[in-house]
């Protein structure tokens, strides 16, 4: 696997983020949560898509929830600024 790649978050659109991680990258994704600073970790294993919070360790088994995912969490830009 390749090396852990920082970004902000609204950095990459979903589709870059997938296309990353299909790509074999792990994203780390600098959020900011109720005035802190936080690190999500995004990473895909081939078969299981995973969102590594603070608390929590979110599964996804496709692709199209992954993608609802990092969207309403705001991981990833909204469609109208990535264009």
């Known amino acids: 696997m390749d090396a852990t790649r920082t970004i902000d978050s609204g950095e990459l659109s979903a589709d870059e983020v997938i296309d990353a ?3 074999g990258q792990r994203l780390q994704v600098s959020v900011e949560l109720l005035d802190q600073q936080h690190q999500i970790t995004l990473r895909y ?3 299981t898509y995973y969102c590594e919070t603070p608390t929590r360790l979110h599964k ?4 199209a929830a992954m993608r609802a995912c990092i969207e309403e969490r705001g991981y990833a830009a909204a469609p109208e600024e990535s264009a």
Request: hydrophobic share 10%; glycine share 10%.
């Open 60 to 63: 996804h088994s496709d692709e």
């Open 21 to 23: 991680l299909h790509d």
């Open 45 to 47: 294993d081939g078969e």
